[in-house]
């Protein structure tokens, strides 16, 4: 059965309108909009489909990708270890201490700098001066010069010249360590009909906020309860992996094709009927996403 989505963007709430703080109801609650969050609704269950407050998420590399959100655990099937130790800082979003972004040798560091991972985000969003910083030193990594111009607010590029443009990496803090995830130019550079857009952008919040850019080939977890993230092994497919913790016991999974310029479908699995057979969805009613609200029916 498909998981349907309400349409709505806003609804009103009192006397003022109020705005869902995620598609899927899968962030932190902003000042106690929802009651229960989508997890705590399916973890109270008497029907027992979850048996932990996190989510994960993965992402295969290319343009007509499959993922899967699973909900109550991690997949240990979609990476390799050893996992790190990731550290959520503040409070109210999934925010990491981002150390440095390196662009082949040359690095820009910044002592204190916070980043939102926002999946629902496409893009990565960055204060002025960090963006102008970051361009700077793309240009100094190019393998051959090539024209990188600002246009209405965003940079462009030739599409032919995309395939010179070089990875970058992002360092974040760790227990014990740092903690690296790699975005090559397939991920922050998006083909329009004329020209190619970089997926960098201005953003007046004070910190980063990092979108679906860094999970095509990395496999991310969410722990509510533990507030941490864990990161830096590979993926089965030999693709770079983060997570953020979380038992496999009991999960639910929402298994999905991504065409970029298709909206996304998902359906909703049972981890425990699955065992070894190939993914059958069960019997669901509509998840509405701005009252994150989800009718299981069985």
């Not at 065409?259 to 998840?287: F, I, M, T």
């Amino acid at each position: 059965a498909v998981v349907l989505f309400g349409s709505e963007v806003s609804l009103s709430h009192g006397p003022e309108p109020a705005v869902p703080s995620s598609v899927l109801g899968l962030g932190f609650s902003q000042d106690g909009f929802l009651q229960w969050s989508l997890i705590d609704q399916l973890i109270r269950d008497s029907s027992g489909y979850i048996k932990s407050r996190s989510f994960s998420l993965y992402l295969e590399p290319g343009p007509f990708a499959r993922g899967e959100v699973l909900l109550g655990g991690v997949d240990p099937d979609k990476f390799i270890g050893p996992l790190a130790l990731m550290p959520v800082v503040g409070e109210g979003h999934w925010m990491l201490h981002l150390l440095a972004v390196y662009v082949g040798g040359a690095s820009r560091r910044q002592a204190g700098l916070h980043a939102i991972l926002d999946t629902g985000t496409n893009g990565i969003q960055m204060p002025a001066k960090a963006r102008q910083d970051l361009i700077t030193l793309i240009r100094f990594g190019l393998q051959k010069p090539i024209d990188i111009r600002l246009v209405e607010g965003k940079y462009e590029i030739d599409c032919a010249d995309r395939k010179y443009l070089p990875t970058i990496e992002l360092e974040f803090e760790g227990v014990g360590g740092t903690v690296s995830m790699e975005v090559p130019q397939e991920n922050y550079v998006e083909e329009f009909d004329s020209s190619c857009t970089s997926l960098f952008l201005e953003d007046s919040e004070g910190f980063w906020r990092i979108g679906q850019n860094v999970i095509p080939g990395n496999y991310f977890s969410f722990d509510f309860d533990k507030k941490q993230t864990r990161g830096g092994c590979r993926g089965t497919d030999g693709t770079r992996a983060g997570v953020l913790s979380g038992p496999a016991n009991g999960a639910v999974y929402f298994s999905f094709y991504k065409n970029y310029h298709e909206p996304l479908s998902l359906w909703l699995v049972d981890k425990r009927e699955l065992d070894d057979q190939e993914d059958r969805a069960l019997s669901v009613g509509v998840y509405s996403a701005p009252q994150a609200v989800l009718n299981l029916q069985r």
